[in-house]
């Protein structure tokens, strides 16, 4: 593919009312892939005959997971469909949005998305504590046992199933690998309306309201920030939230007041594993934008210094810093201390920085930073480190134990309130958000590491805090530790289940994907591809869904369910909804979307 100097100055193609036409995949490939892949014998790139031998599905993976993911961001998913189509010769069956059936066949507006049964963000509440009291869920603790599926949605692309659901009026929201949104009924899963993004929609889709219109906020791996009207997917801005080539939306944007509050991370600690690449230079951000416009009320960068040049690697290539401190998560309101709360990752390239694997707090109204808590300090890391001679690498590469998790703001049963978080490094944290992070208690969850430790996300009820372990790479992955909220002290430990997918890659028992409680019930998902739900009581499971199968959609996608290793399920009138399938990190890919709920 194209270098990325190119892929500053390439497309970026947002196909809506009154566009332009899309470029063809020839002519894509021509301007970003073709000076690679040309077929020269000094060229480590595929050559186009070699692509061709290739089938269409195996260069979008490509492009969605593999190799060629930082280029691929940079597309919108009909743009990799036509790439993949062209380089291979080969037409690909399904449709690229996966509306032609299914589409609903009566108009009904949507409910009301504030008072309504609704899961709207990254968690039901702005304080993230990823708990959906009882009378939003619609599901009680008896009914657990009892659930069945309602319907499946297939995406479709092999990978597609990228994104938590959120749900409002009525309506599931969800983006997808591929960058199409789309607006179901909660119901049935019919198909309300669908838009495409300009790259990738890992995020949540928030739902707000601006006057009174009810608004869906997202954002996509070329870093923009859109606003449809969340009844008919029109679009009403879009806004291009960094200008660093490699940076990207993966956490939630934060919908809350008249603001949206848009995380910031990039791709490039992977770029820093070509020994040509000058590493580093992004900087992690959290941005105010305006709810109803997209204008930018204020931006404050993790790292507080610009990157400047440090000297040239052995290969003579420029590199940088200090970069690095990415927010992968959502941002966490506090309305009674007017505090923004973000988590961060390390750090790509020195000096070490104190905003790196720290909680940072943020005024509101200005995003002035009032503190930083750091947990892991000196963690300069890049991928790549661990085989061959990359000049890019430092002095010594770090434990990659960042925080990739939404901090939580809870409160215990004595009126205190706590941060509470879990690490990569295995450790589940509360910090003392009224003296400026102080550690409050720690508990060791997991072994930790790269890929391991506490990931996508932990919960906290009235009483407890929930972990869930990844250590995907350690040869006992998974489990869930409740402690509680008052000591960290454990309640229970419930141990790692079989797996349920045979054996081979992306098949054991970690437990990456974000935890989602209702009263009594803990659900939680896993690498084997199953949906566990654990008695809050003392960690035994009452349900369990293997996924591992083909499913017949409502959209006649053909969709088959994989490994649970990122967001969470999110549950409100009466439905679970969850995906199935994130092939990346160690995952299986899959493409659909699932709804359950009791008879």
């Not at 399904?94 to 409910?111: E, N």
């Not at 105010?288 to 930018?296: T, Y």
């Not at 990844?470 to 141990?495: F, N, Q």
């Not at 591992?548 to 290793?565: E, K, L």
Request: proline fraction near 6%; glycine fraction near 14%; charge should be neutral.
């Amino acid at each position: 593919m194209k270098t990325i100097a190119l892929l500053v100055a390439g497309l970026v193609l947002v196909p809506v009312a009154g566009a332009a036409q899309a470029p063809s995949g020839e002519q894509i490939f021509s301007a970003r892939c073709a000076s690679c892949h040309n077929g020269q014998p000094d060229s480590r790139a595929p050559s186009p005959d070699a692509l061709k031998s290739r089938t269409p599905q195996a260069i979008i993976e490509a492009l969605v997971n593999g190799g060629m993911r930082v280029q691929g961001s940079q597309l919108s998913g009909p743009d990799r469909r036509s790439v993949a189509e062209y380089v291979t010769a080969k037409a690909i069956d399904d449709d690229v949005i996966g509306a032609a059936t299914g589409r609903c066949a009566a108009t009904t507006k949507l409910g009301d998305v504030a008072r309504g049964p609704r899961w709207a963000g990254w968690s039901a509440a702005p304080t993230n504590a990823r708990f959906q009291p009882a009378d939003q869920a619609g599901l009680a603790a008896a009914d657990v046992p009892r659930l069945t599926l309602k319907w499946a949605f297939g995406f479709p692309d092999a990978a597609s199933a990228w994104a938590q659901p959120t749900v409002a009026g009525g309506r599931v929201f969800v983006g997808s690998q591929n960058g199409t949104v789309y607006s179901l009924d909660a119901a049935t899963g019919c198909i309300r309306w669908t838009f495409t993004a300009g790259g990738g929609v890992r995020t949540a889709i928030a739902i707000g309201r601006v006057g009174s219109r009810a608004v869906a906020f997202f954002g996509d791996t070329a870093a923009n920030a859109y606003a449809l009207d969340a009844d008919n997917g029109a679009i009403l801005w879009k806004r291009k939230v960094d200008d660093h080539p490699l940076a990207r939306i993966t956490g939630s944007p934060t919908a809350f007041g008249d603001r949206l509050f848009v995380p910031m991370s990039s791709y490039e600690e992977s770029q820093g594993a070509d020994p040509q690449y000058g590493c580093c230079t992004f900087r992690g951000s959290v941005t105010a934008l305006d709810a109803r416009n997209g204008a930018v009320i204020w931006k404050t960068y993790t790292v507080a210094d610009t990157p400047a040049p440090r000297g040239k690697s052995s290969s003579g290539v420029q590199l940088w810093g200090p970069s690095g401190s990415s927010i992968w998560s959502a941002p966490t309101i506090d309305a009674k201390r007017g505090l923004l709360y973000v988590a961060t990752g390390n750090t790509y390239s020195g000096p070490p920085q104190p905003s790196s694997d720290a909680i940072i707090a943020l005024e509101l109204k200005t995003g002035a930073i009032r503190w930083m808590k750091q947990a892991t300090p000196s963690d300069i890391y890049i991928t790549g480190c661990g085989r061959g001679t990359n000049p890019n690498c430092p002095d010594t590469n770090g434990p990659d134990v960042d925080f990739g998790s939404a901090p939580i703001l809870a409160t215990r049963a004595d009126g205190r309130d706590l941060i509470v978080i879990g690490q990569k490094s295995g450790v589940g944290w509360a910090f003392d958000p009224d003296r400026n992070g102080e550690v409050v208690w720690q508990y060791r969850a997991g072994d930790g590491g790269a890929l391991g430790g506490i990931e996508w996300g932990s919960a906290v009820d009235g009483a407890h805090a929930y972990f869930a372990v990844s250590d995907i790479t350690r040869p006992k992955p998974g489990g869930l530790h409740a402690v509680m909220l008052t000591t960290g002290e454990r309640v229970w430990m419930a141990a790692p289940a079989p797996a349920k997918c045979g054996s081979g890659r992306g098949c054991n028992a970690a437990q990456s994907a974000a935890l989602t409680v209702i009263p009594g019930v803990i659900f939680s998902g896993s690498n084997d591809g199953t949906l566990l739900a654990y008695s809050a009581k003392d960690g035994s499971v009452v349900w369990e869904f293997d996924s591992n199968r083909d499913f017949v959609t409502v959209n006649g996608i053909r969709a088959h369910g994989a490994s649970m290793i990122g967001p969470g399920p999110a549950i409100a009138g009466g439905i679970l909804f969850v995906n199935s399938g994130y092939g990346a990190f160690g995952g299986r890919a899959g493409n659909v979307l699932l709804a359950f709920g009791v008879n």
